[in-house]
């Protein structure tokens, strides 16, 4: 049966928004109609959810992040990136075990779902067990195995993983977990390897996601050792050749821009993360002035410390007018289209993904329109973007199924969430403090 959503107003994309009242039509896990007014067809031959004071906007997409690391909220804070990841992240992360990202991954579902995220791209390892996470939730993920390259021993390793988890899990929980091969960064994968990497991609058909030029460290070691800047580096080992999206580019120059451009290369922007490990500012005024694809992460809960994407969707629409000095730019609409449909082009979604459209996939959030967030309403995209918070989103649904109502998430029980999460901190870090 079809279900109709019948709600007080709704932004199909970051140019479209009926301001009244309006309907969605889901049918099979997509949106067969939008309009304004009230639903046209047999109301007796539809599932009809009345929501007169919501707001229907697509969900939000995460393009970037480590869901697991929510286990480590908190950990380790205030130090520069490679400080923080050599003394603080790594050692903790080498007494994950497998039921550990299980959980960790389920409590940054259950964050994400209470903050409209519907969809997020995601990097780690014991990724079996992240993927069941993703399953169970009703998310969409789509997720790599981490690789990383350093010696001989690794790279068979990390090949291995990646193999047996993209052949696993492509297409899996009805097509909403698809896959993606994921090399850390040049500065833990070294050239040949990712020579290998883009080389394993075509034979599994799967794209690429890798950390790029996110700190000006990693671009003047790549300098020195290869002679190039990072961008540069992975075209010379033929990523480019794949469907590439690339985390940070926080220290790109004109000339990787044109590259980036050239190949299509997709950056997702992690502004928060950026500013907490003080990597800078990425410049994104100019990515989307060159027509590079940009969309909006969160990076790891370790270093943001939360999921919430309507944090980044007004720090992008903000902190590129403070850099500048120019409120011009990146306008609330950009910022939108960043955490919509971009996103889903990031997330390699199919064509069209991330909007309220006909025929696109039924991602859907709704937010209450009674929150002083959203009165007088002068203008409702202009709400979500400078306004609104992850506290104002009230239902979900991801492929047309609904994943949670009423703030509650349908499909996790989140006080277990809660007590097993807090249970492997103990083991991990000793009892809170
Ligand atoms: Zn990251």
Known sequence: MKTVLEVGALIQDAQHIVDGPAYLVMADGLIESTGAGTYPGDPAAVQRIKRPHSLAIPGL??????AAMTLLRGAGDDLPLHAWLEQRIFPLEAKLTEEAVYWGTLLACWEMLRSGTTCFVDMYFFMHEAAAAVAESGLRGVLSWGMVGLDDGSRRQAMAHARSFVTRWHGAAN?????????HAPYTCPPDFLREVA???????????????????EVAECLEQYGCTPIQLVERCGLCTRPLLAAHCVHVTDADIELMQQHDIRVAHNPQSNLKLASGVAPVPRLLQ????VGLGTDGAASNNNLDL??????AATLHKGVSEDATLVPAAAAFHMATAAGARCAFLPPNSGRL???????VVLLDMQSPHFVPGHHRLSDVVYAAGADDVTDVWVAGQQVLAGREPVTLDTERVRYEVIRLRERLTGPGN
């Open 61 to 66: 997409v995460n393009a970037h992040g480590h």
């Open 199 to 217: 080389a394993l991609s075509a034979e599994l058909d799967v794209p690429v996601q890798i950390h790029l030029a996110e700190t000006r460290r």
């Open 290 to 293: 060159a027509g590079v694809t």
């Open 310 to 315: 309507f944090e980044e969707l007004r720090l």
């Open 175 to 183: 097509g909403r977990i698809t896959t993606t091969l994921g090399p």
């Open 357 to 363: 459209a006909p025929g696109c996939t039924a991602d």
